[in-house]
């Protein structure tokens, strides 16, 4: 069985995830903290009926095949360089959404290119983006059946297939390719429009399907 | 009955416009060439089951009540200048969805801003963007039932609200607010994502759903 290890993977998107993908891999939530992600684990535990590891971001990833980055916003160089030794040669998943939140609105928040391009560069390891926009409520509601599509940016062909396995493992999440990481940038904004359309149509945790 | 005019409607998306909203408004293609809007407007006229005029633009922007500016790409601001003395005072709904096509794929091609904005701060008058991620070529199926979701940029909810009585006329189709015209870039730039997924996962004229 394949190791994940959801780096930051304490909030709800990474204690979600970590819940759901406990069920056909080995899961490691990581946190800078080691009591974090020990109790995030025990959490994520309780959740999936499952038993889930709790380790610092950098011993996680050391041990992992997989890693996810389920940091709340692109995360420092400092932090992409500390984990670039130990995520070498490994594929990363990069669900990250950079935005800002004004006037009531998201928007996003790069001026330029995109958080899996940026951790692309900093890693040099196989990169893909997915799950944007799947929200993190539902994927703590474990019982949930999740019906919807999973945009996937990757370099090439077979890391898009990678990361797909990944993706298809939870519940009914079909991912579809998008294209290269430069294509990141569009598939990172459809998040804040996604986030503004539950917010103004009173839709709770929106996500979508292409049909 | 209301009057919309469909500008530029000579190709499938204003073809597939016009025929589905003869059900419900007075319609009238519009063209820079009285003859093709004549011609359109037949074509129309054969989908729809309901007849159709076909006028040179300014004609018919000018005896319209709301605009629909089918064209494919942004207009030049000498185009949309000629229109604004007809469009004074009505509503104009702008599908556009500014596009390069490079490499095989899809991507936005302004450097900020969007069409809807440009549209509004020349022609001064109510805009709302629509209809950008509703296929052409479901539209021509006229009796194809389109249970998509159209999401809508607008200044105000009284705008977004006259624009959503157009968008809610086409069979099942789904208005819901995106907020103002500043997240319409946001908005416009699904479009490409989705046409690049349609593309690489074999979707045909894919659309959109938020679930």
């Given at each position: 069985m394949k190791r994940i290890a959801?780096?930051?993977?304490?909030?709800?998107?990474?204690?979600?995830?970590a819940a759901r993908l406990a069920r056909s891999y080995n899961v490691t939530i990581g946190s800078r903290e080691e009591t974090r992600a020990l109790e995030a684990a025990s959490r994520a535990s309780a959740l999936s009926g499952a038993a889930l590891l709790g380790q610092e971001n950098s011993v996680a990833a050391r041990s992992s095949d997989i890693a996810i980055l389920a940091v709340p916003d692109l995360p420092s160089d400092d932090l992409l360089g500390s984990l670039k030794p130990d995520l070498a040669g490994k594929l990363v998943i990069s669900p990250i959404v950079p935005m800002a939140f004004r006037d009531g609105l998201f928007a996003p928040s790069l001026e330029s290119g995109s958080a899996a391009e940026k951790v692309a560069s900093v890693l040099g390891t196989r990169v893909a983006g997915a799950f944007h926009t799947v929200p993190a409520a539902r994927l703590l509601e474990v019982d949930r059946e999740l019906d919807y599509d999973v945009l996937v940016t990757a370099e090439t062909k077979e890391v898009f297939a990678e990361a797909s396995q990944v993706v298809a493992s939870v519940s009914k999440l079909?991912?579809?390719?998008?294209?290269?990481?430069?294509?990141?940038?569009?598939?990172?904004?459809i998040t804040p429009s996604l986030l503004n359309v539950g917010k103004l149509n009173k839709i709770r945790s929106p996500s979508i399907k292409i049909v």
């Open positions: 959801i780096i930051g993977g304490t909030g709800d998107l990474g204690l979600g995830l079909r991912p579809l390719y998008a294209g290269p990481l430069r294509n990141s940038r569009m598939v990172e904004g």
